[in-house]
């Protein structure tokens, strides 16, 4: 059982460039998030959805868009990089309702802007 | 608004107890406490719900005040393995977003 499966892992971009992370989950969740962590900052919540076809924003959604266009799908994009969101992105899900259940995280994902 | 974790920091020896609090300035419906690695995602330690419980989870448990709309998490006789950045989320009510805190590293020395 995968769990929660981000891609990529690791990627170094240059200013201005745009890329999307993906995000998998097989555990049939119907809430998805994708947060950041920075340095002394914690977790930060970028964007979230609570079912195929919704998203919302969250504490820092400046910068990203997101999309679920399956439910097992979550994709971060960001259309001009800036080297402030250089970060770990961790994606992560959950059973219908936030509270009272458990938010299962994915590994991470690396990036950097140069 | 992010919940206020204290204290930020702590160095224990090991078998020697913790106390991390974890303070929203609104009213709670549940908080949630993860534990970080270095390098590694978020595990998932428990989740305390509106009603003032209190949960236990080896030697580690936790405690949920929602009139002071505080949480505390206690690590009892504490071990290598506990060394991580611990995290709390709050959430405001039952269907609501869950917000971390900024995290309390704890380094356990032999």
């Known amino acids: 059982n995968a769990g929660v499966t981000q891609t990529p892992k690791f990627r170094v971009l240059k200013t201005g460039q745009s890329m999307t992370l993906l995000c998998a989950q097989d555990m049939n969740h119907e809430y998805m998030y994708w947060y950041r962590q920075d340095p002394g900052m914690g977790l930060r919540l970028i964007h979230y959805s609570v079912g195929e076809g919704t998203t919302a924003k969250g504490e820092v959604p400046d910068g990203y868009n997101v999309s679920r266009l399956k439910k097992q799908n979550f994709l971060l994009g960001l259309e001009s990089a800036a080297p402030s969101q250089t970060s770990v992105y961790f994606c992560a899900s959950s059973s219908r309702t936030f509270s009272g259940n458990t938010i299962y995280f994915g590994e991470g994902s690396w990036l950097t802007v140069v | 608004q992010q919940p206020v974790q204290s204290p930020q920091a702590v160095i224990l020896r090991e078998g020697e107890d913790a106390v991390i609090n974890c303070s929203s300035s609104?009213?709670?419906?549940?908080v949630h406490w993860y534990r970080q690695k270095h390098g590694e995602a978020p595990v998932f330690l428990m989740i305390?719900?509106?009603?003032?419980e209190q949960k236990g989870h080896e030697k580690i448990s936790a405690s949920f005040n929602e009139k002071k709309q505080q949480s505390s998490l206690y690590l009892t006789a504490s071990q290598l393995s506990y060394s991580g950045t611990y995290f709390c989320g709050t959430g405001e009510d039952r269907d609501d977003k869950i917000i971390f805190g900024k995290g309390t590293r704890l380094h356990i020395l032999p």
């Open positions: 609104k009213a709670l419906y549940s």
């Open positions: 305390l719900l509106k009603g003032g």
